[in-house]
């Protein structure tokens, strides 16, 4: 168990639905990002928030939004499905001590149909 | 731009033996972070080694080893003594900072390892 817990692990849903990936970080940990691993686009940086505030935008659809919750509870909103939007999406945390490790979840398997 | 090139789609090593898993990366910051993480066939990403661009010494995890070369800008990972579980996909990763200051990861296309009995 890494320590960062997202459920569900795997979700299948039709194209146009709306589904929720909620991640919850290493305990300690302020940072939260969110990664999407398809197979033509690899791993992709998607975003991340630090304490409640959002702090970096990576290739995120507008369709897409995320929030982190002040217990640091994160959640990713995929709304509008389509069938690329089938991926692995992962949750990672970050104590910025140490080796600046990022510590990720086991991952949220979307299978949009 | 930040990248990282992982050129090795696939690679194979007998068990027992050594493999070197090659990573070059591209980056005009002057601090980053190197990062190597295992991905088995049951998908959690697994972190392996890390290695900071001002580190003066290879790091090294048990069977794990970095192979840092700054100016050549690899950082070629090296695994000892190749077990049966070692087969999986293998991540090399960059830290690389944001517009705003802020810090995310940025992935290699990944090789993938099978080690044969």
């Known amino acids: 168990d890494s320590g960062v817990t997202q459920t569900p692990k795997h979700l299948i849903t039709a194209t146009g639905q709306r589904v929720t990936l909620r991640c919850s970080p290493r305990s300690g940990d302020l940072s939260v990002y969110w990664y999407q691993q398809s197979l033509d686009q690899g791993l992709q940086f998607l975003i991340q928030y630090y304490n409640g505030e959002e702090r970096a935008k990576g290739n995120i659809l507008e369709r897409f939004s995320a929030q982190q919750f002040p217990d640091l509870h994160s959640e990713l909103n995929l709304s509008s499905l389509e069938l690329g939007d089938s991926a692995l999406y992962f949750c990672a945390s970050s104590s910025r001590t140490g080796n600046y490790g990022y510590t990720f979840g086991s991952g949220t398997r979307l299978t949009v149909v | 731009a930040q990248k990282i090139t992982q050129t090795q789609p696939g690679m194979f090593v007998q068990e027992k033996e050594a493999v070197t898993l090659d990573c070059t990366y591209d980056t005009s910051d002057p601090s980053y972070g190197l990062f190597w993480y295992k991905q088995p066939s049951s998908g959690e990403m697994i972190f392996l080694i890390y290695q900071g661009s001002y580190d003066q010494q290879n790091a090294t995890e048990g069977r794990y080893s970095l192979n840092f070369q700054k100016a050549r800008k690899s950082a070629n990972l090296v695994i000892s003594a190749s077990q049966l579980g070692d087969s999986a996909m293998y991540f090399c990763?960059?830290?690389?900072?944001?517009?705003?200051?802020?810090?995310?990861?940025?992935f290699g296309k990944g090789t993938k390892l099978t080690v044969n009995p």
């Open positions: 990763a960059m830290r690389a900072l944001t517009q705003g200051g802020s810090e995310k990861l940025v």
